[in-house]
């Protein structure tokens, strides 16, 4: 679900480079986080899209988290906590755990903590 309240489309992210932050946005600081913005700003014509996963219980919760951290991505949860598949599957331990997923749907690079310069050289 997103944080606006509706069931999150993956079929929209078709044709796009993916950059899926699960949780951890309290744990890169400020700057980190207008340097995430910035990189949304600078390739989002170019077929990219950010999203990030948060780990939260209620849609109350995940517009709380949004608006703690205004930005031009969708904030998305499926509200299954330590259960959810995006954990389980892909092993999330640090937060953040910072995916880069290509437009064929292949996971091109995983990090521990948000690693720019990484993203960069994968984009």
């Known amino acids: 679900m997103t944080d606006r309240g509706d069931a999150f489309d993956w079929n929209s ?18 700057n980190r986080f207008d340097e995430l913005v ?5 390739n989002s ?11 939260c219980a209620s849609l109350d919760e995940l517009k709380k988290r949004k608006s703690e951290y205004p ?11 330590e259960e959810s598949p995006i954990r389980i599957k892909y092993g999330t331990q640090v937060r953040p755990t910072c995916f880069l997923i290509g437009a064929d749907r292949l996971v091109r690079m995983k990090s521990e903590g948000l690693d720019i310069p990484l993203v960069k050289k994968h984009l």
């Open 13 to 30: 992210l078709d044709g796009k480079r993916v950059l899926l932050i699960y949780e951890g946005l309290s744990c890169m600081g400020g």
């Open 38 to 42: 910035k990189l949304y700003e600078e």
């Open 71 to 81: 930005s031009p991505f969708p904030f998305i949860s499926d509200f299954m906590g």
């Open 45 to 55: 014509r170019d077929s990219f899209e950010v999203l990030v996963y948060c780990d």
